[in-house]
C-alpha cells in the first residue's frame, strides 16, 4: 500500500553532481525519518544520509560537505543532493522511509524501500 519511487541515478564525472529524488505514494498518514542507503558491489549497505520529520540530518563521514539531504512534507518527498562525487561514491542507492498508514481504521508503522537508483561516477 506504499511505494517509494526514486529518480535522478545516472553516470556522472567526478567533481560533478547528481540530484536524487524519492516520491512516497499510498496510504499514508504520516512520514517519519527518511534516508538515503547505498550498496557499492562486494559490499554491505550502508547509510549516506537521514533526516527526520522535524529535519534534523545526519551524514556518513564519507559524504559529510558534500551531499545534502532535504525533504518536501507536502509531496512526501526526500531529495539528495550530490556535489564533489568521486568514484567511491559509485554504488545503487536505495530510499528508505519509516511509514505510517492508516487502513481500515488501524494504525501500522513501517519500514519501506525503493527500488534503488544506479550512481556511476567515472571519467
Known amino acids: 500500500q506504499v511505494q517509494l519511487v526514486e529518480s535522478g541515478g545516472g553516470l556522472e564525472q567526478p567533481g560533478g553532481s547528481l540530484r536524487l529524488s524519492c516520491a512516497a505514494s499510498?496510504?499514508?498518514?504520516?512520514?517519519?525519518?527518511m534516508g538515503w542507503y547505498r550498496q557499492a558491489p562486494g559490499k554491505q549497505r550502508e547509510l549516506v544520509a537521514i533526516i527526520t520529520s522535524g529535519g534534523s540530518t545526519n551524514y556518513a563521514d564519507s559524504v559529510k560537505g558534500r551531499f545534502t539531504i532535504s525533504r518536501d512534507n507536502a509531496k512526501n518527498t526526500v531529495y539528495l543532493q550530490m556535489n564533489s562525487l568521486k568514484p567511491e561514491d559509485t554504488a545503487v542507492y536505495y530510499c528508505?522511509?519509516?511509514?505510517?498508514?492508516?487502513?481500515?481504521?488501524?494504525?501500522?508503522?513501517?519500514?519501506?524501500w525503493g527500488q534503488g537508483t544506479q550512481v556511476t561516477v567515472s571519467s
Open positions: 528508505n522511509a519509516v511509514i505510517t498508514t492508516l487502513l481500515s481504521s488501524k494504525y501500522r508503522v513501517g519500514d519501506y
Open positions: 499510498g496510504s499514508i498518514f504520516s512520514i517519519n525519518a
